[in-house]
């Protein structure tokens, strides 16, 4: 809401409590907390490229320069790179390579999502009250405590608080490829990939009731690989065979070292280069990894006159991060394919131009835990003897199990068609996995003395299908390409540990705080967990169900409320090109997913410290004139769970790229073989009822996370205008 509206909403809620009005006389503020905040922001991206070499030595040298700032304002990302890549023919027999790229990155960071009640960039810029301003007459920053408003100053954050993260990153790759008789090739690879990085965080003397606050965490990740491969390729009249085994090798060392976060400085002048400076010092951390795995594996592809086709492969993996007699996983697959379009029956077929039916099996693994996860590590901690603190060590408290490889076993049909001289085309695949020993940490009883164990919980199901479509709509002088592609996946628990309900992390954004993904015997994968409404009651608060029977709202009366899993994906491709002009366009969609939206809960629903809220509360909350009204009556006190209430549907259709290009006549220059203008938008537009920022959000979680599906006042993606030109000389 406005200043006036703010003014309206925080007296209406102080005389629901039955607290007399506030003056707001002199109060004059009218604040756009979003516009001091975000921007637009400007993205340039160069490169240049120059190649070169003749049948003995080939070599290419690229540079690269990107800037962008981000839509918050004072954050911003830029990067420059340099690539070089060797090829050189020794002998007829025997030819090297390499490649080496460096780069080097500076990152300023905001605090930008997440959080709740002002302890981010983005949330606060939505909760602080419009009547409050980013200073003080004389030029200091507010700071919020003198004026009826939430949370943090989120422009003296953007100003006095600086997160700097210096990137540098090496990869190295040099291969040996020897060839000594024809159809045998011998290749050994390695490959090596630096990366060192360092964050730089102050708090500077000028933020409102900070002494100055600084720190340095650095970390370096070494990753080393080793690909050592015979590939034997010979054809045989019809018969066409190509043998491949191999052993390879990685490892990867990861260091990181904290200072801590030191404070109570004299002087911002020194930043994070003095910590010695500060009246108190933070307390360091460091920590180190290794982790390695050794694979051997062999492929077999056999094919008979371009019409039936065989593959089969096995390996086998030893990973450290897996317990004693369980490190060695073994994993085979075989596929075959049926070229139909080959036969003699269907030669002499014009509309026919590839048909082709494909059956697969194969099982894969996954070493998705942490190194050192398999064995008995201890802690430090700090105890008193004798009134002095002692450093000691204690087992860690998590319980240790006998873990095995988490498999993958997966079939597949498919079908390749395409029609009249490739005009149509289309890819048709039905999939079925199940995933066993799944990984995962569940709770322990409190007298085992530890709170979780990383165990192989059970057994998931994934089926599913996708297509493909690709078409020629229009070949002549203009030339129409119209694909769409269609993801359809369902997911089943099938089996955990002792049957129980897996439950994720606590989410929170202090008004709601409770676990809310699950994981249930016969559900989809990550559904979410809470309470459910059933109105207000005559003072305007919320009535959850009383499921179980028992008198009393209690974690007994959760279900089901919401699935994050989308009924399918759909996206959408088009081009149309004319004399050398090209326009085309992606859509992407998501159809059918459940969005948890913490980000509408602190928006709308957050009646205490002083938080604005959204306009359609004022005029649409409840009272007793209007006890159906869509929100809750406007008081501190207010009830809130982790209910359906903030269950959105997550449907959308974005229109994520369009571009058009032209592409310029170069025959008459000595110069530019190759020129290329073109203009493009992405994230144009996008249909969606849900009722925040962006619905293409998942800010809790990454693919391994139980976490999915939830919004908590994520970074906003950005519509993005480009104009750029291609040039090769």
């Known amino acids: ?3 006036a509206g703010f ?21 004059n503020g009218n604040t756009n907390w979003q516009d001091e905040i975000f921007r637009s922001a400007v993205i340039t991206n160069h490169a240049v490229d120059i190649s070169g070499g003749g049948p003995t030595f080939k070599g290419s040298l690229g540079l690269s320069y990107f800037n962008q700032d981000g839509i918050v304002k004072e954050g911003g990302y830029e990067r420059i790179s340099i690539r070089t890549n060797l090829e050189y023919n020794i002998s007829k027999y025997i030819s090297a390579s390499a490649n080496i790229i460096f780069s080097r990155s500076n990152h300023d960071q905001m605090n930008s999502q997440g959080g709740s009640r002002g302890t981010s960039v983005i949330n606060s810029a939505l909760t602080a009250s419009p009547l409050a301003t980013p200073h003080y007459d004389d030029g200091s920053w507010n700071d919020f405590q003198t004026q009826p408003t939430a949370g943090m100053n989120p422009v003296a954050y953007l100003h006095e608080v600086k997160n700097r993260r210096y990137a540098n990153r090496l990869l190295a790759n040099a291969a040996l490829t020897v060839k000594p008789v024809d159809g045998l090739s011998i290749q050994i ?35 080393i690989t080793s690909n050592n491969i015979i590939t034997y390729d010979k054809g045989f009249g019809r018969h066409h065979i190509n043998v491949m085994g191999g052993i390879t090798y990685e490892q990867s060392v990861s260091k990181a070292v904290g200072t801590g976060t030191a404070s109570g400085f004299l002087s911002d002048v020194v930043e994070s280069y003095d910590l010695d400076a500060a009246d108190v010092k933070g307390l360091p951390t460091s920590s180190y990894s290794d982790w390695r795995m050794l694979s051997f594996l062999g492929r077999i592809n056999y094919n008979f006159d371009n019409r039936y086709l ?18 060695w996983g073994y994993f085979p697959s075989a596929a075959v394919a049926w070229r139909i379009s080959q036969e003699q029956f269907l030669r002499q077929a014009d509309w026919l131009s590839d048909l082709k039916l494909r059956v697969g099996y194969g099982v894969t693994g996954s070493t998705a835990i942490s190194p050192y996860s398999t064995q008995n590590t201890l802690e430090s901690v700090n ?44 890819t048709a695949d039905y999939y079925h996995k199940k995933t066993t020993n799944l990984l995962n940490d569940v709770e322990m009883p409190r007298s085992s003395g530890y709170t979780t164990a990383l165990r192989n919980v059970g057994a998931i199901r994934n089926a599913g299908v996708e297509l493909q479509l690709d078409t020629r709509i229009i070949d002549k002088a203009v030339k129409w390409d119209f694909g769409v592609n269609l993801s359809v996946n369902r997911s089943k628990v099938l089996s955990l540990s002792e049957d129980k309900d897996i439950f994720g992390s606590t989410v929170s954004n202090t008004i709601i705080s409770d676990q809310l993904n699950l994981m249930r015997i016969g559900e989809p994968m990550y559904v979410f967990y809470g309470y459910v409404e059933e109105g207000y009651d005559d003072n305007g608060q919320l009535v959850y169900k009383d499921l179980d029977g028992v008198d009393g709202i209690t974690p007994a009366d ?18 149309v090109s004319y004399r050398g002009f090209t326009l085309s366009a992606f ?16 928006a709308a629903y957050d009646y205490s410290s002083n938080a604005n809220t959204l306009r359609e509360v004022l005029y649409n909350h409840w009272t007793p004139e209007t006890p159906n009204a869509k929100y809750p009556n406007l008081r501190q006190d207010i009830a809130l769970k982790m209910s359906d209430r903030f269950v959105y549907d997550g449907s959308y259709m974005r229109l994520k790229n369009l571009e058009l290009s032209y592409n310029i006549p170069c025959g008459k220059s000595r110069v530019i073989s190759k020129a290329r203008v073109y203009v493009s938008a992405q994230n ?32 906003p993606g950005a519509r993005t205008f480009t104009l750029g030109c291609r040039l090769v000389f």
């Open 7 to 27: 003014k309206e909403l925080y007296n209406e809620q102080l005389r629901n409590e039955g607290n007399p009005e506030f003056d707001f006389t002199g109060w």
């Open 189 to 223: 690879a390695a490959n090596v990939q630096n990366s060192q990085a360092r964050s730089d965080y102050t708090r500077s003397l000028a933020y409102p009731n900070y002494d100055g606050a600084a720190s340095i965490d650095f970390n370096e990740v070494v990753d």
């Open 587 to 602: 859509f992407q969609g998501s159809i059918g997913n459940d969005i948890y939206s913490l980000s509408m809960a602190s």
């Open 558 to 575: 959760k279900t089901i409320i919401g699935n994050p899993n989308p009924d399918c994906l759909l996206n959408f491709n088009t081009a």
């Open 684 to 715: 144009l537009w996008t249909i969606t009822s849900y009722p925040f920022w962006d619905p293409d959000v998942n800010a809790k979680g990454g693919s391994s996370s139980l976490a999915q599906g939830i919004d908590a006042s994520s970074y």
């Open 310 to 327: 065989l593959t089969v492969n096995f390996r086998a993996d030893g990973s450290s991060r897996y317990s004693k007699g369980n490190k």
């Open 383 to 426: 105890v008193v003897f004798d009134k002095t603190t002692t450093v000691g060590y204690a087992p860690k408290n998590t319980y240790l199990g006998d873990l095995r490889w988490e498999t993958t076993a997966q079939w597949n049909v498919g079908i390749d068609l395409a029609l009249l001289n490739n005009r149509i085309r289309l």
């Open 1 to 3: 809401v406005d200043a």
